[in-house]
Protein backbone atom coordinates (compact mmCIF):
# COMPACT_ATOMS: atom_id res chain seq x y z
CA UNK A 1 0.00 0.00 0.00
CA UNK A 2 1.21 3.59 -1.14
CA UNK A 3 0.44 4.83 2.89
CA UNK A 4 3.77 3.13 3.99
CA UNK A 5 5.87 4.72 1.62
CA UNK A 6 4.45 8.69 2.78
CA UNK A 7 4.43 7.20 6.22
CA UNK A 8 8.34 6.88 6.24
CA UNK A 9 8.47 10.07 3.94
CA UNK A 10 6.82 12.00 7.20
CA UNK A 11 9.59 10.78 9.28
CA UNK A 12 7.50 7.71 10.53
CA UNK A 13 5.08 6.77 13.45
CA UNK A 14 5.69 5.70 17.49
CA UNK A 15 3.13 4.74 19.42
CA UNK A 16 1.16 7.65 22.13
CA UNK A 17 2.31 5.12 25.00
CA UNK A 18 5.37 2.82 25.64
CA UNK A 19 3.22 0.03 24.27
CA UNK A 20 4.10 -2.06 21.14
CA UNK A 21 2.23 -1.17 18.31
CA UNK A 22 -1.55 -2.77 18.61
CA UNK A 23 -2.88 -3.38 15.47
CA UNK A 24 -6.70 -4.22 14.87
CA UNK A 25 -8.26 -7.74 14.39
CA UNK A 26 -10.49 -7.76 11.48
CA UNK A 27 -13.52 -8.30 13.85
CA UNK A 28 -12.42 -5.17 15.87
CA UNK A 29 -12.52 -3.06 12.06
CA UNK A 30 -15.94 -4.79 11.26
CA UNK A 31 -17.20 -3.56 14.76
CA UNK A 32 -16.08 0.02 14.10
CA UNK A 33 -17.18 0.04 10.79
CA UNK A 34 -20.69 -1.09 12.08
CA UNK A 35 -20.59 1.57 14.49
CA UNK A 36 -20.26 4.22 12.27
CA UNK A 37 -22.29 3.28 9.44
CA UNK A 38 -19.93 2.71 6.26
CA UNK A 39 -16.53 1.14 5.28
CA UNK A 40 -13.74 2.41 5.75
CA UNK A 41 -11.54 3.11 2.40
CA UNK A 42 -9.19 0.14 1.64
CA UNK A 43 -5.58 1.60 2.60
CA UNK A 44 -7.18 3.19 6.04
CA UNK A 45 -8.28 -0.21 7.11
CA UNK A 46 -4.68 -1.94 5.93
CA UNK A 47 -3.27 0.98 8.18
CA UNK A 48 -4.81 0.17 11.60
CA UNK A 49 -4.90 -3.92 10.43
CA UNK A 50 -0.82 -3.47 10.46
CA UNK A 51 -0.11 -0.42 12.90
CA UNK A 52 -3.48 0.30 14.70
CA UNK A 53 -3.70 3.80 16.12
CA UNK A 54 -2.82 5.72 18.62
CA UNK A 55 0.19 7.10 17.00
CA UNK A 56 2.12 10.23 16.80
CA UNK A 57 4.44 11.22 13.77
CA UNK A 58 8.41 11.27 14.80
CA UNK A 59 8.20 14.87 13.11
CA UNK A 60 6.03 17.54 13.42
CA UNK A 61 3.56 17.00 10.08
CA UNK A 62 1.30 19.64 8.85
CA UNK A 63 -1.62 19.18 6.30
CA UNK A 64 -3.48 21.40 4.58
CA UNK A 65 -7.45 21.11 3.09
CA UNK A 66 -7.52 20.77 -0.63
CA UNK A 67 -9.04 24.83 -0.63
CA UNK A 68 -9.62 26.80 2.22
CA UNK A 69 -13.06 27.50 2.34
CA UNK A 70 -15.61 25.02 3.65
CA UNK A 71 -17.77 22.70 2.18
CA UNK A 72 -21.02 24.70 2.95
CA UNK A 73 -21.23 28.22 2.38
CA UNK A 74 -23.17 30.39 4.19
CA UNK A 75 -25.81 32.69 1.78
CA UNK A 76 -25.05 36.33 1.85
CA UNK A 77 -28.16 36.87 3.38
CA UNK A 78 -27.42 35.01 6.41
CA UNK A 79 -25.17 37.43 7.58
CA UNK A 80 -22.75 34.65 8.41
CA UNK A 81 -19.59 34.70 7.15
CA UNK A 82 -17.92 31.87 5.83
CA UNK A 83 -14.58 30.67 7.73
CA UNK A 84 -11.10 29.46 6.04
CA UNK A 85 -8.68 26.71 7.29
CA UNK A 86 -5.28 26.51 6.13
CA UNK A 87 -5.12 23.39 7.91
CA UNK A 88 -3.01 22.31 11.05
CA UNK A 89 -0.39 19.47 12.72
CA UNK A 90 -1.56 16.83 12.50
CA UNK A 91 -0.53 15.15 16.37
CA UNK A 92 -2.00 12.00 17.07
CA UNK A 93 -3.87 9.03 15.11
CA UNK A 94 -6.64 7.77 16.94
CA UNK A 95 -7.35 4.04 17.78
CA UNK A 96 -8.95 1.14 19.38
CA UNK A 97 -6.50 -0.18 22.02
CA UNK A 98 -7.34 -0.98 25.73
CA UNK A 99 -4.03 0.27 26.43
CA UNK A 100 -4.47 4.17 25.42
CA UNK A 101 -5.19 6.82 27.43
CA UNK A 102 -9.49 7.43 26.88
CA UNK A 103 -8.97 10.44 25.03
CA UNK A 104 -6.98 9.16 22.16
CA UNK A 105 -9.78 6.00 21.77
CA UNK A 106 -12.43 5.72 18.90
CA UNK A 107 -14.96 5.24 21.35
CA UNK A 108 -13.81 8.59 23.24
CA UNK A 109 -13.79 10.61 20.01
CA UNK A 110 -17.26 9.25 18.80
CA UNK A 111 -18.59 9.87 22.09
CA UNK A 112 -17.17 13.30 22.83
CA UNK A 113 -17.82 14.35 18.83
CA UNK A 114 -21.62 12.45 18.99
CA UNK A 115 -23.83 15.23 17.46
CA UNK A 116 -21.02 17.61 16.65
CA UNK A 117 -19.33 16.62 13.47
CA UNK A 118 -21.67 15.41 10.35
CA UNK A 119 -23.58 12.24 10.03
CA UNK A 120 -21.18 9.26 9.38
CA UNK A 121 -17.91 10.50 10.22
CA UNK A 122 -14.96 8.78 11.97
CA UNK A 123 -12.42 10.87 13.85
CA UNK A 124 -9.18 9.54 12.74
CA UNK A 125 -6.41 12.12 13.93
CA UNK A 126 -6.49 15.23 16.18
CA UNK A 127 -3.96 18.19 16.03
CA UNK A 128 -3.76 18.24 19.94
CA UNK A 129 -5.75 21.33 19.66
CA UNK A 130 -9.34 20.75 19.33
CA UNK A 131 -9.18 20.39 15.51
CA UNK A 132 -10.00 16.98 13.89
CA UNK A 133 -9.40 14.62 10.73
CA UNK A 134 -12.14 12.82 9.74
CA UNK A 135 -13.15 10.36 7.57
CA UNK A 136 -16.47 11.09 6.36
CA UNK A 137 -18.92 8.49 4.78
CA UNK A 138 -21.69 10.38 3.55
CA UNK A 139 -23.71 9.79 0.83
CA UNK A 140 -23.87 13.51 -0.12
CA UNK A 141 -20.66 13.74 -0.55
CA UNK A 142 -16.96 12.90 -1.57
CA UNK A 143 -16.01 9.98 0.83
CA UNK A 144 -12.79 10.81 2.41
CA UNK A 145 -10.62 12.73 4.94
CA UNK A 146 -11.64 16.17 5.58
CA UNK A 147 -10.44 18.67 8.41
CA UNK A 148 -12.91 19.30 11.07
CA UNK A 149 -12.27 22.75 12.53
CA UNK A 150 -13.56 23.22 15.98
CA UNK A 151 -13.06 27.10 15.99
CA UNK A 152 -16.11 27.19 13.67
CA UNK A 153 -17.99 24.51 14.99
CA UNK A 154 -22.04 24.89 14.33
CA UNK A 155 -24.39 25.66 16.33
CA UNK A 156 -28.40 25.51 15.45
CA UNK A 157 -29.34 27.93 18.25
CA UNK A 158 -26.87 30.72 17.61
CA UNK A 159 -27.69 30.24 13.91
CA UNK A 160 -31.62 30.69 14.53
CA UNK A 161 -30.84 33.13 16.52
CA UNK A 162 -28.42 35.46 14.14
CA UNK A 163 -30.81 34.31 10.44
CA UNK A 164 -34.75 33.70 12.17
CA UNK A 165 -34.24 30.81 10.52
CA UNK A 166 -33.83 26.61 11.08
CA UNK A 167 -30.58 25.69 10.29
CA UNK A 168 -30.68 23.11 6.94
CA UNK A 169 -28.68 19.82 7.54
CA UNK A 170 -25.75 20.99 5.19
CA UNK A 171 -24.91 24.01 7.67
CA UNK A 172 -23.00 21.14 9.27
CA UNK A 173 -20.25 20.92 6.62
CA UNK A 174 -19.34 24.57 7.39
CA UNK A 175 -16.12 23.91 9.07
CA UNK A 176 -15.47 20.71 7.22
CA UNK A 177 -12.39 20.76 4.74
CA UNK A 178 -12.54 18.19 2.29
CA UNK A 179 -8.30 17.05 2.12
CA UNK A 180 -8.45 13.75 0.08
CA UNK A 181 -10.29 10.73 -1.12
CA UNK A 182 -7.88 8.02 0.72
CA UNK A 183 -5.62 7.85 3.51
CA UNK A 184 -2.96 7.21 1.24
CA UNK A 185 -3.37 10.90 -1.21
CA UNK A 186 -4.06 12.20 2.50
CA UNK A 187 -0.67 11.53 3.54
CA UNK A 188 0.76 12.18 0.20
CA UNK A 189 -0.40 15.73 0.52
CA UNK A 190 0.97 16.02 4.18
CA UNK A 191 4.25 17.26 4.84
CA UNK A 192 6.81 18.08 7.70
CA UNK A 193 6.53 21.48 9.03
CA UNK A 194 9.86 23.49 9.17
CA UNK A 195 9.06 26.59 11.51
CA UNK A 196 11.14 29.46 9.61
Excluded at 30 to 47: A, K, N, V, W
Excluded at 49 to 62: I, P, Q
Excluded at 175 to 190: D, K, M, Q
Amino acid sequence: MNYQNELQWLGGVTRATADAFAPLDPFAIRQLERRIGFELSEDYRDFLSRLGGGLNFKEEVASEPLRDRPEYLHAADTGIANARFAGSIVATCFGADERLPDRLGFDWALRNYQGRLPDRSLPVATDGAGNLVCLIGARDRTPGFYWWDHEHEWDERDYHEETGRAMPAEAKYQNVYFIAESFSRFLERAFVFVDE
